[in-house]
């Protein structure tokens, strides 16, 4: 994976005082290429002194929390499902994420394979400017009393589960009727999952920093209320209104089935996901454009 010049055995004069010293290596184990090169990663840190983990998401889950604040940052090798891995494992304890993209379309990613070794000497210096991107807190309340909790970085989402009736939802943002959506399911959303399952519902995108909330409904019927920009103090309620089986799920994973009266509170939280970054401040625009073209391809 090394670009053309660049020599797998550099010469280290070893961790410097301020300079990065401890680095998370997540890849995804599904991708080949991700495991080769996470190998070929540590063994390159390895030689300049710097103490690695590395390691996928199912052992990353294992990891203690001490052991996780300990690293200076977390690169992800995959695609932006592994990114959404590495923020429930990172932000809550501030730890800087780094994202090689290996997957499709990797909206997250600050570095490919072909350039990792060259921009990393910078990362080691600790010449990187944090972007700070908002998170989502979710809350289901069963009979007053919270029942589950999760944060997402991309979304919170309600959905039909088991069958094929829509359901009826209904949305209150802070605590006034909304509207009652009747499809598939209801997605409230940040800045960076309107790059996701949002925009494919037909959401809008917003600027990566944005602290705003989106909510969007999934192949709704009969509604004429267009997906929502909700400023970002705002709290979205979601309550299904029939018996139909619907469940919950904080970035594609599933938190839990919903029983009648359920309520999924929504808001943004106080904790932020940091990712560490390079590319000059506009990167996002560039990044658009070259991922929605190639998904066109």
């Known amino acids: 994976m090394a670009p053309d010049g660049e020599t797998l055995n550099p010469q280290p004069e070893g961790p410097r005082p301020g300079r990065v010293q401890r680095i998370g290596l997540l890849y995804a184990p599904a ?23 590395r390691g996928s998401p ?3 889950g294992q990891a203690s929390a001490p052991e996780i604040a300990s690293w200076d940052l977390l690169f992800t090798l995959g695609g932006d499902g592994t990114a959404l891995r590495a923020a429930h494992l990172a932000a ?19 570095l490919t394979p072909e350039d990792v070794l060259k921009r990393l000497p910078t990362f080691l210096a600790g010449d990187y400017w944090r972007e700070e991107r908002a998170l989502l807190e979710g809350a289901v309340v069963r009979g007053g009393q919270e029942v589950a909790r999760c944060l997402a970085l991309n979304e919170v989402c309600l959905g039909r589960e088991r069958c094929a009736l829509t359901l009826r939802v209904a949305a209150r943002v802070n605590g006034g009727h909304l509207a009652t959506y009747i499809g598939d399911a209801v997605v409230v959303a940040t800045a960076t999952g309107s790059t996701a399952y949002a925009f ?6 917003l600027f990566p920093e944005s602290r705003n909330l989106l909510i969007v409904p999934v192949a709704a019927h009969l509604c004429l209320l267009p997906p929502l920009i909700l400023p970002e103090d705002a709290q979205v309620e ?56 190639r998904a066109d391809s």
């Open 238 to 293: 979601l309550e299904v209104v029939g018996g139909n089986a619907a469940g919950v799920n904080a970035d594609g994973q599933p938190l839990t089935d919903l029983q009648a009266g359920d309520v999924v509170r929504v808001r943004r939280s106080t904790t932020v996901c940091t990712f560490a970054r390079l590319q000059e401040r506009d990167y996002f625009f560039h990044t658009l454009k070259a991922r929605l073209y």
């Open 58 to 60: 199912d052992e990353a």
């Open 200 to 205: 494919a519902a037909g959401g809008p995108i």
């Open 31 to 53: 991708i080949e290429a991700a495991r080769e090169l996470g190998t070929e990663l540590e063994q390159w840190l390895s030689r300049l002194g710097v103490q690695v983990w």
């Open 92 to 110: 809550p304890l501030g730890v800087p994420i780094v994202c090689v993209g290996l997957g499709r379309l990797s909206f997250m990613a600050e």
